[in-house]
């Protein structure tokens, strides 16, 4: 398939997950924190998980996916931080679900999981205020390693600014403006 990444193609062709599956045990120890390219995108901007959910389904998909990325234990890799960034909304709680000890990796970036979350820009206040309300006083503090910047400035950046996360978290802590 031209112009296809590769696990794209062995989506395509293959009838199992069986290539999928050598191919991510293979692309993990080279792509580890990008989880073995499993979210890369192809030319229609579709991660590979998502195709391979399109053809082989919830379970056969995520069986595959569990035999190449132990679901907890040593070398925990922060597979959902790049779920967060890069999955379909709904995938979170699946993924959440089959690896709960994930929440407290910190991915390459040094950042942990609620860090990864603001800077992806996926929350914003007036659909997700409950992702602000959870966040606890050293988080609201917290320099996220990957930015160097406050939660508030993280939410007042990028291509939107969501002003009502950026009120909320100075109003959680108002000393923050002066640093």
Avoid at 53 to 82: M, S, V, Y
């Amino acid at each position: 398939m031209q112009g296809q990444p590769v696990i794209h193609t062995l989506i395509i062709v293959y009838e199992t997950t069986e290539y999928l599956q050598q191919f991510l045990a293979t692309a993990l120890k080279h792509h580890s924190h990008d989880i073995g390219l499993l979210f890369q995108t192809n030319n229609k901007g579709k991660t590979a998980f998502e195709c391979a959910l399109n053809k082989f389904g919830n379970d056969a998909t995520f069986g595959a996916i569990e035999q190449c990325i132990p679901l907890d234990g040593a070398g925990q890799l922060p597979i959902l931080h790049r779920v967060v960034e890069h999955a379909p909304h709904q995938y979170s709680n699946e993924f959440g679900k089959r690896y709960p000890s994930a929440m407290f990796v910190r991915d390459n970036n040094g950042r942990v999981l609620y860090q990864t979350d603001l800077a992806s820009g996926s929350r914003t206040y007036d659909q997700d205020s409950m992702f602000f309300l959870r966040m606890s006083d050293e988080q609201v503090r917290e320099i996220d390693p990957g930015t160097n910047l406050h939660p508030f400035m993280i939410a007042a950046s990028g291509e939107t600014s969501d002003l009502s996360a950026v009120y909320y978290l100075l109003r959680r802590n108002p000393s923050l403006v002066g640093m």
